[in-house]
């Protein structure tokens, strides 16, 4: 079973604006992390954010993480067509584990 | 980017057969994974492994097996081919210290079992 969701499904916005992607899981957690995948590809580490952190940036990334709400969202600021990609969520088991789960991800697509 | 390679890339097969997927790494990452990827599922664990000869199931472990005799092979084996074994299947990496759980993700297989 899923423990991270993506929501929305799929994203299409113009270039140059802010796109923004949320998640949502069911159990404690030590980390979050984001990863990428272009089309046909494997997927990419964007950013980790612990369960102590609130907010990380990085460079137009920001992440957002509420463990009182089991949520996470990633804004991607100044999209670029290049940004077009599905975008996943994972979370590990908390209590030691390693293992991730990913979500189904969001599809993103920047229009020049 | 760790260095894994999967291979083959792209594979077509006979329901039935048996089918070894190689995921090879030079990083020298402690655990290693097999997930598959199909619409509207994500990406789900196989199996995965912590050390050499140390292996153990995900969540869709049935009909697949796995080994690790080197620290940079980890092979995936579909004993017998089914038609629902049609996927993508990705291999990942992790270093595995404080600050290190990120996971390095291979280029994938394409499975196509007729």
């Known amino acids: 079973s899923q423990q991270g969701e993506e929501d929305p499904q799929a994203l299409s916005i113009q270039e140059g604006e802010n796109a923004t992607m949320n998640c949502s899981y069911k159990?404690?957690?030590?980390?979050l992390q984001w990863y990428r995948q272009n089309s046909g590809r494997g997927l990419v580490h964007l950013i980790l954010i612990r369960s102590n952190e609130r907010e990380k940036h990085s460079g137009r990334l920001r992440v957002t993480l509420d463990t009182s709400k089991k949520s996470s969202s990633l804004l991607i600021t100044a999209s670029r067509a290049a940004d077009t990609a599905s975008y996943f969520c994972?979370?590990?088991?908390?209590?030691?584990?390693?293992?991730?789960?990913f979500g189904k991800g969001t599809k993103l697509s920047v229009i020049p | 980017d760790a260095g894994i390679t999967q291979s083959p890339r792209h594979k077509v097969t006979e329901t039935g057969t048996p089918v070894t997927l190689r995921c090879h790494q030079t990083?020298?990452?402690?655990?290693m994974y097999w997930y598959r990827q199909d619409p509207g599922h994500g990406l789900r664990l196989i199996h995965y492994?912590?050390?050499?000869?140390?292996?153990d199931k995900g969540e869709v472990s049935d009909g697949y097996s796995v080994s690790r005799s080197k620290t940079e092979d980890f092979l995936l084996t579909l004993e017998s081919a089914t038609s629902s074994q049609t996927s993508v299947y990705f291999c990942a990496t992790q270093k595995l210290a404080r600050g290190q759980e990120t996971q390095y993700f291979g280029p994938g297989t394409r499975l196509l079992v007729l």
């Open positions: 990083e020298n990452h402690r655990y």
């Open positions: 994972a979370t590990d088991a908390g209590a030691g584990s390693y293992q991730l789960t």
């Open positions: 159990t404690s957690i030590n980390n």
């Open positions: 492994s912590y050390g050499v000869k140390d292996t």
